[in-house]
């Protein structure tokens, strides 16, 4: 009898890996949630990054010349989206706070970059990212994510896609629920916290 198994989506494999969490938590954009996105708890297996980066690949029209991630979140993705599209996989960083194309990294004016990124919530990361490439004299012509927890109100001025759109709920921390219930926050991101009133 043939099975009748259904591969398991990146919802799945989020939760099997432990990827989506419960508590409290503090996000980068300095809103708190009961739900917490750990990409890197997915990302650390190698099978589950290739099979989400090869959907998210699919995903993705037009000619890629190369695949720009942002550190911290980003640098994987941005690996195995590479690799699934046969093209360069590069990455920038923040030094002082400012997002920058480093180590040799150069992109060339003619060269199409998609930027990708584990979780998108308020864009900052992949917008930092753009601004970078420009800085060096690339055009950027997409950004990919493989979560989408923005609710689609992240616009960049060019085509974003992404594999799992995910509705986060969120709270100012002074309307936050589980802070007035005095539940501890945890801070799980790479990036500070921004200030929220």
């Given at each position: 009898?043939?099975?009748?198994?259904?591969?398991p989506t990146l919802?799945?494999?989020?939760r099997?890996?432990?990827?989506?969490?419960?508590?409290?938590?503090?996000?980068?954009?300095?809103?708190?949630?009961?739900?917490?996105?750990?990409c890197?708890?997915?990302?650390?297996?190698?099978?589950?990054?290739?099979?989400?980066?090869?959907?998210?690949?699919?995903?993705?029209?037009?000619?890629i010349?190369?695949?720009?991630?942002?550190?911290?979140?980003?640098?994987?993705?941005a690996?195995?989206?590479?690799r699934?599209?046969?093209?360069?996989?590069?990455?920038?960083?923040r030094?002082?706070?400012?997002?920058?194309?480093?180590?040799?990294?150069?992109?060339?004016?003619?060269?199409?970059?998609l930027v990708?990124?584990?979780?998108?919530?308020?864009?900052?990361s992949a917008?930092?990212?753009?601004?970078a490439l420009?800085?060096?004299?690339?055009?950027?012509?997409?950004?990919?994510?493989?979560?989408?927890?923005?609710?689609?109100?992240?616009?960049?001025?060019?085509?974003?896609?992404?594999?799992?759109?995910?509705?986060?709920?969120?709270?100012?921390?002074?309307?936050?629920?589980?802070?007035?219930?005095?539940?501890?926050?945890?801070?799980?991101?790479s990036?500070?916290?921004?200030?929220?009133?």
């Amino acid at each position: 009898m043939p099975s009748t198994t259904i591969a398991p989506t990146l919802e799945d494999r989020l939760r099997t890996t432990g990827a989506l969490l419960q508590g409290h938590f503090q996000l980068s954009s300095g809103l708190h949630s009961p739900h917490y996105i750990q990409c890197a708890r997915l990302l650390q297996h190698p099978g589950h990054a290739a099979w989400a980066c090869a959907r998210l690949a699919e995903r993705i029209t037009g000619t890629i010349d190369v695949v720009v991630g942002p550190a911290l979140g980003g640098v994987i993705v941005a690996y195995e989206l590479a690799r699934a599209l046969g093209v360069r996989a590069l990455f920038t960083e923040r030094v002082d706070g400012v997002m920058q194309l480093r180590r040799g990294f150069a992109v060339g004016a003619d060269e199409r970059i998609l930027v990708a990124e584990d979780v998108v919530t308020t864009g900052k990361s992949a917008r930092e990212a753009v601004a970078a490439l420009h800085t060096a004299g690339g055009r950027v012509v997409g950004l990919a994510s493989l979560v989408d927890r923005s609710g689609g109100t992240v616009e960049y001025g060019v085509p974003f896609v992404s594999l799992l759109p995910l509705e986060v709920t969120a709270y100012a921390p002074a309307r936050c629920p589980l802070c007035a219930a005095g539940q501890p926050v945890n801070q799980p991101g790479s990036r500070p916290p921004a200030a929220t009133e």
